[in-house]
């Protein structure tokens, strides 16, 4: 399985198209089945960034709403924030997608965007913002990992 790893920065070209980093595009290439959009993105609901899903992985994501009444609110609400603010795209030959606008102004982007692999998805962010999401990101994993692997206290 192809999974996306690693940190990339483009930059937006005059029509306002970016490039999908190559490795990335190529995870997207083995991933998708015929007739699928090359990805799904979608702004995150915990970050100021853009989330990039395969289409089985975005099918993935939306499985829990099997749980609920589809007539009730809270249905509603969570299809509300799946899929309404969810976009299909394929890239051009090049691997150069456009992001709407409502994505880029959720993840301020600008002139460049870093393309931050998180395995079994990827997510698009303003540089300087994507920097300090990583810093955050190491130091909450060093303590998590610190916890877990504290003594618990036992015979002395």
């Known amino acids: 399985m192809s999974i996306f790893l690693g940190t990339h920065l483009n930059r937006f ?9 190559a ?5 997207l290439r083995d991933q ?22 395969t289409a089985a992985g975005f099918a993935s994501l939306a499985e ?3 749980e609920y009444d589809p007539f009730s609110e809270d249905h509603e609400d969570l299809a509300t924030s799946l899929y309404a603010d969810a976009y299909p795209l394929d890239s051009d030959k090049e691997g ?15 002139d460049d965007v870093a393309f931050m692999g998180l395995g079994r998805v990827f997510q698009l962010w ?5 920097a300090e999401r990583r810093q955050q990101a190491r130091s909450r994993a060093r303590s998590l990992t610190s916890k877990k692997n504290a003594p618990t206290g036992g015979a002395q």
């Open 96 to 110: 150069r997608i456009i992001l709407p606008d409502v994505l880029r102004q959720h993840a301020d982007l600008t």
């Open 64 to 66: 829990p709403l099997n």
């Open 126 to 130: 303003n540089p300087a913002a994507a």
């Open 32 to 53: 998708a089945k015929p007739q699928e959009p090359l990805v799904i993105l979608r702004p995150s609901h915990l970050n100021p960034c853009i989330e990039a899903w």
């Open 23 to 27: 490795p990335f595009r190529s995870a």
């Open 13 to 21: 070209d005059a029509k306002g198209r970016v490039s999908i980093p």
